[in-house]
């Protein structure tokens, strides 16, 4: 009895050893990690803030994390941020390589893919191809003020009654994307398009959730059918969808005009590979799936990834932003009125909204942004990794080193905003009314990383609230409670589910 006692304390100190995991030299201070877990047995998984803000009170605004066995850094506060993300951009830019969404994904497409030649080409080109030209006939205002008309339809529906807001802008936001990625939207009801959305949505929920954080800690695990398993066949399965929809542009495209992304895509891969000489093409043609010698990155494998990419960061966090930016305008009633008065003011008779019509609209915008500060959308952004060995705030992080920013933390730093714990549009005003953007403002992240989609984001939140409230009043209603603000924790969060109730508004025009 006592010596098997003895032999398996020998044997769990030896894993100890085996396991145990050096700090290096100069690493911020955290707390001290256990073997195989680290620190995530001292965390609550659910939701980890209010532990992580104790520690970030202890160690300060760089400190270190064990997720298992690999070494984490979580920068918090602006100074932090910039030193990080800005002064040393090329250093942070880098994605962590090895964890489960990268296996699902192969960290192709943009959002995963590790800093590189890679990333690059398909960062610069989607940028390209967002910015309005390239895209056809329909400019990308036009598309939005379509999917806008959807969702006034929808609401006037429920005119004089209450609903639950949420499908309706994760359809509308979703929708828009797809329009600009396949040229075509989707009917709210479409079965093809509910079921693409809840694979979406379910994959969200598997790669942030315990499941997700053994596959990472335990890599013995990871060929058993566990439920992450459930992750992988939802992702083959829109990545087939979507191969599909390749598959039709490509029968019914004409070189050389663009209907949407895809076709730009696929223009982009014929000039790829005709750059490449005679010979080579025929050989290459006939593996038209392979990476191309020409040393482009370019292929359908990336192309579809790219897709999904943008299809998954563009959903819902708009669509979570909106769902803050109505929960405060109802609770706010003279915040929503001022907005009122501005944009009657500022439209007057004309037909829509334009995005130009911001410039003489600097409370609105004051609004949008306020909103999206305590929105706070993408709490902890994506995690970045060191691309070499580097320095940060005095301390050593060696290559590698998984970073995670902490945008929450300067969206409500003290030092940076007159009223950082409240719900304020002054916020963004300065003493003659004028729009103002500090520089604690971010959102969107900054730096080479810098958000993707944010020049369509804040295109779609200001024609869309702006046309709404022109249409409609948004009041709490009656029987909606006590208004909840906290928002439910996630990569991207939104507030707790709740109603609203609608009010057509006078004769103005939407
Ligand atoms: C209010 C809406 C949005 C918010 C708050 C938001 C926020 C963010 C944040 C915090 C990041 C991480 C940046 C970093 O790694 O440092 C990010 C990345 C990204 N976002 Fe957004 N985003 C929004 C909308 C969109 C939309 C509409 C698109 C689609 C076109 C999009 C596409 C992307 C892509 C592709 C990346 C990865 C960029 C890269 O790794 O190089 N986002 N976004
Ligand atoms: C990030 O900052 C916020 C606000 O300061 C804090 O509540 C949260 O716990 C922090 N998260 C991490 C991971 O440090
Ligand atoms: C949006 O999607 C949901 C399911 O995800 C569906 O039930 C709903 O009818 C759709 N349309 C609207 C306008 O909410």
């Known amino acids: 009895m006592l010596g098997s006692l003895i032999l398996l304390w020998i044997g769990l100190w030896f894993l100890f050893f085996l396991f145990r995991t050096q700090r290096p030299k100069n690493f911020p201070p955290g707390p001290r990690p256990i073997p195989v877990f680290g620190n995530l047995l001292q965390l609550n998984l659910v ?7 104790k520690l970030a009170g202890r160690y ?16 918090s506060g602006m100074q932090a941020m910039k030193e990080a993300l800005v002064t ?9 390589q090895d964890l489960m969404v990268n296996h699902v994904t192969k960290s192709k497409g943009v959002i995963l893919a590790n800093y590189g030649p890679d990333w690059r080409e398909h960062r610069r080109f989607t940028l390209m191809t967002l910015r309005n030209f390239g895209l056809g006939k329909q400019t990308m205002e036009e598309r939005i003020l379509g999917e806008i008309r959807h969702i006034s339809l929808w609401l006037e529906r429920s005119a004089g009654k209450s609903m639950e807001p949420h499908h309706l802008f994760a359809n509308a936001t979703s929708d828009i994307i797809c329009s600009i990625l396949f040229g075509s939207r989707y009917e709210y009801e479409d079965e093809a398009f509910q079921s693409f959305i809840t694979m979406m949505e379910e994959n969200a929920k598997i790669t942030n959730g315990p499941w997700a954080m053994l596959y990472d800690t335990l890599p013995l695990l990871r060929n058993l059918p566990l439920p992450f398993r459930k ?10 969808h979507v191969l599909g929809i390749v598959k039709q542009h490509k029968r019914t495209r004409i070189p050389g005009q663009p209907r949407d992304l895809t076709d730009c895509y696929l223009d982009e891969l014929e ?13 290459l043609s006939r593996f038209p799936c392979q990476r191309c010698e020409s040393g482009s990155s370019f292929d359908e494998s990336q192309m579809v990834a790219l897709l999904l990419d943008l299809l998954f960061a563009g959903t819902e966090t708009t669509s979570n932003t909106l769902l803050t930016a109505f929960l405060y305008l109802m609770t706010h009633p003279d915040v929503q009125e001022r907005c009122q008065r501005e944009i009657d003011t500022v439209l007057g008779e004309k037909e829509q909204a334009s995005y130009e019509d911001r410039h003489r609209m600097p409370y609105m915008q004051a609004v949008i942004h306020e909103v999206q500060r305590v929105a706070d959308t993408v709490p902890l952004s994506v995690f970045h990794a060191t691309t070499k060995d580097t320095q940060l705030m005095g301390f050593d992080i060696p290559k590698g080193t998984l970073i ?20 304020n549009p002054e916020n963004f005003l300065n003493q003659q009314g004028e729009f103002v953007k500090p520089e604690g403002f971010m959102p969107f992240s900054v730096g080479p990383r810098v958000c993707l989609g944010e020049g369509l984001a804040r295109m779609e939140l200001f024609l869309i609230l702006v046309t709404l ?27 707790k589910p709740y109603r609203l109730c609608v009010r057509l508004r006078g004769t103005q025009r939407g």
């Open 469 to 495: 409230l022109r249409r409609f009043q948004f009041v709490w209603p009656e029987d909606g409670g006590v208004p909840d603000y906290a928002p439910v924790f996630g990569v991207t969060q939104a507030p």
């Open 231 to 240: 992750a992988f066949q939802n992702y083959y399965s829109v990545q087939e």
């Open 271 to 283: 000039k790829r590979y005709t750059l490449v000489s005679h010979v080579k093409w025929k050989i």
């Open 60 to 75: 300060g605004k760089v400190f270190s994390l064990y997720i298992g066995s690999r070494p984490a850094v979580v920068i």
């Open 88 to 96: 040393r951009s090329v250093e942070f830019a880098g994605r962590p």
């Open 404 to 423: 995670i920013p902490n945008l929450s933390s300067v969206l409500s730093e003290e030092s940076q905003w007159k009223f950082p714990h409240d719900f």
């Open 47 to 53: 939701n980890p803030m209010n532990d992580l803000e």
